[in-house]
């Protein structure tokens, strides 16, 4: 199932962020990268229906603007930043209600299961009976990336599932949304800071500079020396390595 968005133009009050942005993606894990204040945040509300925004957006064949609330907060998962914590559920409580959309815990078996099998992929079935309130950042990150797989949605929009995640957490997120994508066929759409998490795992990058795309395409198309240089403002050696992409910084430049 697609996500195309054609012309998007978003403004907070009289300041424009989003600039004619047009993106397409398929099922897949695609990255979307760009410096702070690039515009990835913003894009991800409009895309969630969150912000009001000038363009067109479809998933698949529907128009956004012919979504309910309720069918698009089922079809389309959307994980912010900060995502709030329900500080008196237990961990397994908080996923289950990401599993049914609703403050009344009636669950069944196969949503048990559901929830214990993303639990485990995440790695952290060992937290399921603590309140939230006693857990750290990444333990909550890890609780809100897991109440969003566990819906099952067509689409999924996270906005930095990074944030407060060491390095081995990141990767087993990483390996349980790109395991989902392949076997579900669901698109994912991922705002990141990390250029090598993006190689190892996005099929598709999207680069935003100042509200504007930058370029989009494939890791080894998109990460060059020259568009990082022109982003980011730093050198660097980019090279393969057993089929991946690396980048390793060198030194920054003046912009």
Known sequence: MKIDARGICC???????????????????????????????TFLKCLA?????????????VDIGEYTF????????????????????????????????????????????????????????HLSSKCLNELSGGQKQMVSVAQVLVREPNYILMDEPTNNLDLRHQFEMFDVIRDISKRQGINIL??????????????????????????????????TPESIRDIYGVNVRVYEDDGRICVVPIDSVSR
């Open 70 to 125: 309720d069918r698009l907060v089922t079809e389309v998962g959307y994980m912010p930043q900060d995502a709030p914590c329900r500080a008196v559920l237990t961990v397994f409580e908080a996923i289950l209600l990401g599993r049914l959309h609703s403050l009344t815990l009636r669950e069944n078996e196969d949503d048990i299961k559901k929830v214990c099998a993303v639990m485990d992929g995440l790695g952290i079935a």
């Open 11 to 41: 403004s907070y009050g009289e300041k424009q962020v989003l600039y004619d942005i047009n993106v397409s993606t398929r099922p897949g894990v695609t990255g979307l990268l760009g410096p702070n204040a690039s515009g990835k945040s």
């Open 190 to 223: 991922v705002a990141l800071h990390d250029l090598n998490l993006a190689a190892r795992y996005c099929d598709k990058i999207v680069m935003l500079d100042a509200g504007r795309v930058s370029s989009q395409g494939s890791p080894v198309d998109v990460l």
């Open 49 to 61: 229906g969150i912000m009001d925004f000038r363009g067109s957006i479809t998933y698949g064949d």
